[in-house]
């Protein structure tokens, strides 16, 4: 099965990372506009993208306190890892499936541009302080045979 990885690290500690991506007040701080709920396995929760003027549930998988958040929504399953380097936090995020040909490669295109969105706004939110700062429905990626 085709996979993504996006791997970043941040300088900060795990702790703070991990309590960023699974409560609702940290997620809607850089990725999305609202979060129904934190993340707490086997539960549903619902993100709201403003950029995009979209709403999805999220299913919410496996969760280990500051190792490891999984969760599936509409296309595929998502695993972020983390693990602590010397004081910050090094980040593994892997979606599946991307699928086969023109089409997954698009996706694959397009979930690396949300990936590495997702990245530079945590990032940005929680070393600089700086809040959700949009994501503009004008960024495309086209992959052509």
């Known amino acids: 099965m ?3 990885i996006v791997e ?3 300088e ?3 702790a703070e990372v991990f309590r960023t991506i699974v409560t609702p ?3 809607s701080g850089f990725f999305t506009a609202e979060a ?3 993340m707490v396995p086997g539960t549903t929760v619902t993100w ?8 999805f549930d999220v299913q919410i998988g496996e969760i280990e306190t500051d190792r490891l958040i999984s969760w599936t929504w509409p296309g595929g399953q998502v695993t ?3 693990a602590d380097a010397d004081g910050a936090t090094r980040l593994t995020v892997t979606e599946q499936p991307m699928g086969e040909g023109t089409e997954g490669a698009a996706r694959a295109a ?5 990936w590495t969105y997702f990245m530079c706004g945590l990032r940005a939110y929680l070393v600089h302080g700086l809040r959700h700062f949009g994501l503009s429905d004008a960024i495309r990626a086209t992959v052509l045979d």
């Open 2 to 4: 085709t996979h993504l």
């Open 80 to 82: 972020i890892e983390l």
């Open 36 to 38: 129904s709920a934190a």
């Open 48 to 55: 709201r993208f403003g950029h995009v003027d979209a709403a």
């Open 110 to 114: 397009g979930q690396t541009q949300g």
């Open 12 to 14: 900060r500690p795990v």
């Open 8 to 10: 970043d690290r941040i």
């Open 25 to 27: 007040e940290g997620l």
